[in-house]
Nanobody, 125 residues
């Protein structure tokens, strides 16, 4: 089973950009579908984006579509989330999650069995 560590969060002004990274331990990273979720204060954790094991297929929540890009480098055991045109409503703790499943969109929390510790993203207005 892999372990996940997120980084790249921080404080940014509205309209700015951030790139989050999720680094996985282990030699089987390419066997995992990986997603980003986020949780704002007082709200439930929600799906943001997902990338397939090979990186061929990507899925996005409507709230970030067109502003964010998920990508992966299996040689570096890393998944990235590039976020542009950030809005105050993007403020949340962002979590990386991994699943052995594949072949479709996975946007439910229960479909992922490995999680990182999260990285805080704060967007000021």
């Amino acid at each position: 089973q892999v372990q996940l560590v997120e980084s790249g969060g921080g404080l940014v002004q509205a309209g700015g950009s951030l790139r989050l990274s999720c680094v996985a331990s282990g030699r089987t990273f390419s066997l995992y579908t990986v997603a980003w979720f986020r949780q704002a204060p007082g709200k439930e954790r929600e799906f943001v984006a997902q990338i397939s094991k090979s990186g061929t297929n990507t899925y996005y929540a409507d709230s970030v579509k067109g502003r964010s890009t998920i990508s992966r480098d299996n040689a570096k055991n890393t998944v990235y989330l590039q976020m542009n045109s950030l809005k105050p409503e993007d403020t949340a703790v962002y979590y990386c999650a991994a699943s052995r499943g594949g072949g479709r969109r996975y946007e439910q929390i229960g479909e992922y069995d490995t999680w990182g510790q999260g990285t805080q993203v704060t967007v000021s207005s």
